[in-house]
């Protein structure tokens, strides 16, 4: 049969290839994301095979090979000899008193620099993105000559201080560019209707700002949470050694229980896995938050 006069074939024939390349684009994105998959979740998964197998099986040089018997007393020695409670709960207080000021302190910074019309509103901003580039290492001499002469060495104040002003830098990033995306319609109704700025940005901003704040939250836990070098250098006290430190109590100068240690790391992650996914959804939001402006 003939086709029609003025009618075209090449656009039926272009739907069968924008369909397989669009398989294939597919395919591509779904490979890749499998691939990133394993290779995030395999090392938790290998920890854990490793906190249930003895020393012998450790030592053995079979690193990928399943324990003969599953060795549960590694997390009671974990627990009760790592003293895991007072870990944790040096862990926690530190981790969540850093958050509540960051996340108090740095939304107000936020607000200040994106909404009040001050000279200095873009070399303020400047600074904090500055700070973002300075290396921690860098600061722990000066950190600690000042902090003996303070007279805050070896307590809470002396892990919080630090942790607040590294943390501080990158929520400001965050929080500015979320709230530089708020329409001034929703404040200026507001201040019409008698609303202070004090009364604005906590019933009004704080709210909206929800999903960018969850993302402050969670970046701030899982940076201090893990961290050791400031620990190490300014807390010397075994009442107040954080969750990092746990791992030494299975060192000895003959032996070590590397069965418990990993049970320890295990214990130790379990927090931060809990957290991140009883808020992943609110941390994505928070993430692409800003991004486009609507």
């Not at 009040?116 to 600690?144: C, D, E, N, W």
């Not at 010397?236 to 070590?256: M, W």
């Not at 609110?282 to 609507?294: E, F, L, P, Q």
Request: aromatic share 14%; with cysteine; charged share 10%.
């Amino acid at each position: 049969m003939s086709s029609l006069p003025g009618v075209t074939s090449a656009p039926v024939r272009a739907v069968p290839r924008q369909r397989a390349s669009r398989v294939r684009g597919r395919g591509l994105v779904l490979g890749f994301l499998s691939v990133l998959f394993v290779t995030q979740v395999y090392p938790l998964l290998w920890l854990v095979i490793y906190s249930l197998k003895t020393n012998e099986e450790i030592l053995s040089g079979s690193f990928f090979s399943l324990p003969h018997a599953l060795q549960w007393v590694n997390y009671k020695e974990a627990y009760v000899s790592g003293t895991y409670l007072k870990y944790l709960f040096n862990s926690f207080f530190v981790t969540a008193s850093t958050m509540a000021v960051v996340i108090v302190l740095c939304s107000m910074v936020a607000y200040a620099i994106t909404r009040f019309r001050f000279k200095y509103a873009s070399a303020v901003m400047l600074v904090f993105l500055v700070g973002i580039m300075i290396p921690l290492q860098a600061t722990l001499l000066p950190l600690m000559i000042i902090f003996k002469h303070m007279g805050i060495l070896n307590t809470y104040l002396a892990l919080i201080l630090p942790y607040i002003s590294f943390s501080t830098p990158l929520a400001v990033f965050v929080l500015s560019g979320f709230m530089r995306t708020i329409p001034l319609e929703i404040e200026e109704s507001a201040v019409m209707d008698g609303a202070s700025i004090t009364r604005t940005f906590r019933s009004i901003i704080l709210p909206i700002s929800v999903p960018p704040i969850m993302t402050v939250s969670i970046l701030t836990f899982i940076s201090i949470w893990n961290e050791y070098i400031m620990a190490s250098t300014f807390i010397s006290s075994q009442s107040l050694k954080t969750l990092p430190f746990g791992v030494y109590s299975f060192v000895s100068q003959y032996s070590v229980n590397y069965g418990a240690i990993g049970a320890f790391l295990v214990l130790g992650a379990l927090p931060v896995i809990f957290i991140y996914f009883v808020l992943s959804e609110k941390i994505t939001k928070g993430m692409v938050a800003g991004a486009v402006k609507g």
